[in-house]
C-alpha cells in the first residue's frame, strides 16, 4: 500500500537498475526520476503512472550543483507538499572507460570523479536534510542507498580513472553512514558485481551464456527495497550482488 | 503461504537469532531446530507448531560428526520424506572469551575452532548434497546463510581465540560461495556487527543505553529471509548488520 | 654508493615524510624535489647538497598538468641527461577538511579529489614512461611509491571529501600495480596510520603523549627504501604503518 | 655485525621461506630451527655454522605443546643462556588440500587448523613472554613474524579447509598485534601471494615460466628483515609478497 505522506527520489534512472528500482518503490511510494535526458525517463514516468502510482521526471546533472539546486526547488514546489522524504536512491555513474593508463586522459578521470564523487555529493546534501527530517515519521528508516560496483574495491588493471570514482563513492557512502546513521537515516553500499541484464548488454556473452548470468535489475531493486526496510537496530551498510555463476 | 514439500534447518537455536530465524522461516516451511540441549529448542518447536507450522527438535552437537550424522539420520526418517531441503542455517558460535592472550588455554582455541570451524564444516557436508538437490525444483535457491560477527573480519586484542573461529567460519563460507553457488546454492555469510537484544543481554548497556541500541533478532532473521529469496542472478555473498548507533 | 646513471623525484616534499624521503633516496640517487612553494623544499635541497648529494627543488602544482609538465620539462633539460629514473614518490594530499558533512563545501571535496587523485594522475602520467624506460638496467626495480592514510581505506565520520580523495587514489595505485607491474614497475602503496612526527604537530597530543607515539618520517622513508629495493619476484603492494600504541 | 646477547627462533623451517630467514637472521643473531624432522633443518644449521653463525636444531611439532614446551626447555638449556629473544617466526603451514568440498575430510581440516591456528597458538605463547621480556634492551623491537598466504585473505574454491586453518592465523595474527604492540612487541603478517621458488615447485610452470615468476625465498627474507628492524613508531602489520607478474 503506497504512502502519499512520503516520497522517493532515484537519481541516475535508465534502461536497468534505475528504471527497476523506480518501479519497486513507486509501489510504496510516489516517486521523483532524475537523469539527464528526458528520454531516459519518460517511458518510466509513464510505466508508473499506468500502474496508479505517481510519478516525476525531471532532467538533471547530478555532478552539476546548480542543476540538483533546480531539481530539489522543482521538487520542492510541484511533488514535495505535504510529504517527506522516504528514500533516495544514487545510481549514477559515467565515466566508465577502460584504457591503458597512459591513453587515458584527464577528461576520463574528471568525468569519472564528476559524475561518481561530485554527483553524490551534491546528491547527499540535497537529501540528506529531508531524509533527517523525516526520521521520526517515516514508516521504514530513511535511507540513502548508493549503487557501487566491482571497480567499488578492486582497481583493475585499466580501470584505473572509474575505480577512482567508484572509490570515492565508497568512501563518502561509508562516512555518510558513520555521520548519518546514529542520528536515523540508513545509507547502504551496494556493490554490482556483475553485468546487469538490460537492453544495452543483451549482445554481451557473459558468463558463457549461461541462463541468468547477468544480474537481473528487478532482483537489484528487491534488495534495495529490503535495505530501506530494514529495522534500524539492524542496518546493513554494504552488501555484494552477484549472479550466482559469476567468478570472484 | 508454507510450502510442505520443502524444509529447513536450523543449527545453534537458542534464545536469539536461531529461535528468529526459525520461526521466520517455519512461516514457509517445515523447520528442523538443532541445539545441543532441549531446553534450547523446545519452546520454540512448541511455538511453531502453535502458530500452526510443523518443527522437528534434535540434540545435536554440530562439532561432533557422528551427532550430526545421527541427526540427519533422524531427519531422514521423521521429517524429509517427501521433502527437500530449501534452506540450512549456521547460527553456531561458542568459544567466546575474552582474555589476554598469555591466559588463554589451547582449550579455549579448540572450543572456538571447534563449535565455529568444524561445526560447519560437518553441518555444511551434511546439508549440501541436500541442497544441491533440491535446486531445480525448490521455489528460492537453496541457501547455506552463516551467522558471524564483528570477530569474523577483525581480529581485536584479547579476542584471538573467537576470532580465530570466526574468521576460519568466514573462510570456509567463501570457499563454498565459490564452489556451489555456480551450481545454483546460495552461500552467504552474514557479519552480526553489534549485541544481539535477548534475554541474556537485557542487562547490558550498550551504545548508551539508546533505544533500538541492541540488535533485534527478527530483524537479523528477517534480513536473513531476504537472502533465502533474492534470484539466483543477484546473490549476496556477505552482508553486515548492526544497530543504527553503532560505532564501527 | 650514490649511482648518477639514475634519478628519483618526490612530489610533495615538506617539512615530513616527504623531507624524510627525499634525504634517504639522496643517498642513492639525485633526487628531484617538488613542491608548490619553493618555502618547502629550499632547506632540503641545501641539505641534500651539504652532505654531498645531488638536489634540484621545482615548485609545481602536482594538481595542473600544466605545472607537471613544465616541471618535467626543467628536469629533462635540467638534470635528467644521461640518466634514467629510477623511483618516483607521490606525497601529496592536501584537502584534508574535517567537518560536518552538512557543512562541507563543493570546493573542500574538489581540493581533496584534485591535490589527491588528479595530483597522483599526472605524476604517474609524467613518471610511467621514464620509469618503464629505466626497467633495463635499473639496479632495483623502478618504482612508484604512493603515500596514503587511515582515509585510505576508512571513511569516517565528518572524513567523507579527504577520504573520497585518499579512496580514489588507493584505486588509481592498485590499478597502476596491475598494469605496470608485469612491466617491471614497482607500484606500491603506503598506508600511513597515525599523525607523523613533524613540527606543525609538536603540539599534538596522540596516544596519550606515549613516547614514539607519533610516526618518524624518517621512519617512513626507511620502508620506502625498501618497498623500492624489494626484488621483482617479491613485490608489496600495500602496507601499514602506525605506532606501536596506535588504536587500530 | 651478529648480536650474541640476543637469539631468533625459527619454525617451520625446510627448503624455502624457512630456510631463507633462518640464514638471514643469523647474520645477525645466533638461531633456533624448529622442524618436525630433522632432516628439514641440518643442512641449514650445518650452513650457518659454516658462515660462522650459531644455530640449534630442534625437531618439533608446533601443533603439539607438549613438543613446543620440550622445544622451549632445551632452547632455555642449551641456548638461551645470557640471551633474550628478539625475534621470532613462525612459518609453519600444512594442511595444504585442494578438493571438492564433498570431498574432503574432517581430518584435512583438523590437519590445517593443528598446523596453522594451534601451532601459531602454541609457538606464540612460548614466545611471548621472552619476546617481552627483551623489549627494554633489544636493538631492534622483538618480533613475532607470521607467514601466511593468498588463502589467508581468500577463500577460494576447493581451498575451503586450507583457508579456514589460513584466515584463523591472521586473526591471532591481527589480536596479538593489538594487545603486545603497545607493549613493544612487534607482530606482523605476511601474506605470500604466489609459488614461492624452491626445489619443490621447480617443475612448476606458474606465470608463463617468465623469469622471477616464483618468489624468491630470499626476497621474503629481505622483507622480514626489513619488518623486524622498523622503527616502534612505525610498525606494519600486513605486507603481501607476489611476483611482479602474478595476476592479483
Given amino acids: 500500500m503506497a504512502s502519499k505522506s512520503f516520497y522517493a527520489v532515484v537519481a541516475g534512472v535508465g534502461a536497468g537498475t534505475g528504471r527497476s528500482v523506480a518501479l519497486r518503490f513507486a509501489r510504496a511510494y ?13 517511458d518510466i514516468v509513464a510505466e508508473i503512472r499506468q500502474q496508479g502510482g505517481e510519478a516525476l521526471g525531471i532532467s538533471t546533472d547530478t555532478a552539476d550543483p546548480q542543476s540538483v539546486a533546480s531539481a530539489f526547488e522543482t521538487i520542492k514546489k510541484e ?8 528514500a533516495a536512491i544514487y545510481n549514477v555513474g559515467a565515466g566508465f572507460a577502460i584504457k591503458p593508463f597512459l591513453e587515458v586522459s584527464a577528461s576520463d578521470l574528471d568525468a569519472s570523479l564528476a559524475s561518481n564523487a561530485r554527483g553524490l555529493f551534491n546528491f547527499a546534501q540535497a537529501t540528506l536534510p529531508s531524509l533527517l527530517d523525516a526520521v521520526p515519521t ?37 562516512s555518510l553512514a558513520r555521520e548519518f546513521g546514529p542520528r536515523g537515516v540508513h545509507v547502504a553500499h551496494v556493490i ?45 551498510q554494504e552488501l555484494d550482488l552477484r549472479p550466482y555463476v559469476e567468478k570472484f
Fill in 30 to 42: 510516489p516517486v521523483v526520476l532524475l537523469a539527464r535526458n528526458s528520454e531516459s525517463y519518460a
Fill in 79 to 86: 511533488f514535495a507538499a505535504g510529504r517527506k522524504l522516504a
Fill in 138 to 174: 517515516s514508516p521504514h528508516p530513511p535511507s540513502l542507498i548508493i549503487t557501487g560496483a566491482t571497480a567499488s574495491v578492486r582497481g583493475s588493471a585499466r580501470f584505473g580513472t572509474f575505480a577512482a570514482g567508484k572509490f570515492a563513492v565508497r568512501a563518502l557512502g561509508q
Fill in 192 to 236: 554490482v558485481d556483475g553485468v546487469i541484464d538490460i537492453p544495452r548488454t543483451k549482445g554481451y556473452t557473459v558468463n558463457e551464456g549461461k541462463e541468468d548470468g547477468k544480474i537481473s535489475p528487478d532482483a537489484i531493486a528487491e534488495s534495495y527495497w529490503h535495505l530501506h526496510t530494514q529495522h534500524r537496530s539492524s542496518f546493513t
